[in-house]
């Protein structure tokens, strides 16, 4: 897509601002192409990562203790990110100026659209039936 933010757009987007209206339909594809969920994942890292380097540099306590507490709390927030995950991109998708439920229909559209590819070459010359 040739519409897409720069760098500092991406930051700000990935910490929950909005976009620009013109970028409307590149959130709706980061939002609901094949690779939403690890993008998902990449928005939730650069979310975590002000307080894992807070831990990291300030927490006065061996650094032994200090890595594992920064890879447990981003383990944890990577798992509730996880948890609300369709919630929050749906969120993202209604910011950009879409209708509530756009992602999901996007995205089920896509799978059906997948499924209907991937069966279809069973259905050559006349045979197979999806009954």
Do not use: I
């Not at 203790?65 to 927030?77: C, D, E, K, N, V």
């Not at 919630?87 to 659209?113: I, M, Q």
Request: net charge positive; charged share 20%.
């Amino acid at each position: 897509m040739r519409n897409q933010p720069n760098p500092v757009q991406w930051v700000w987007y990935a910490l929950g601002g909005r976009l620009p209206r013109n970028l409307s339909p590149w959130v709706l594809a980061d939002t609901t192409g094949s690779t939403w969920v690890w993008r998902h994942l990449a928005r939730a890292v650069v979310q975590l990562l002000p307080v894992v380097a807070l831990c990291l540099l300030v927490v006065p306590v061996p650094l032994v203790y200090r890595l594992s507490a920064a890879g447990g709390g981003l383990l944890l927030g990577l798992l509730f990110s996880l948890a609300f995950m369709v919630e929050t991109t749906e969120h993202r998708v209604v910011k950009a100026g879409y209708e509530p439920g756009t992602a999901a229909r996007v995205r089920a559209e896509r799978v059906e659209r997948a499924r209907v590819e991937r069966l279809s070459r069973y259905r050559r010359d006349g045979a197979g039936s999806f009954d």
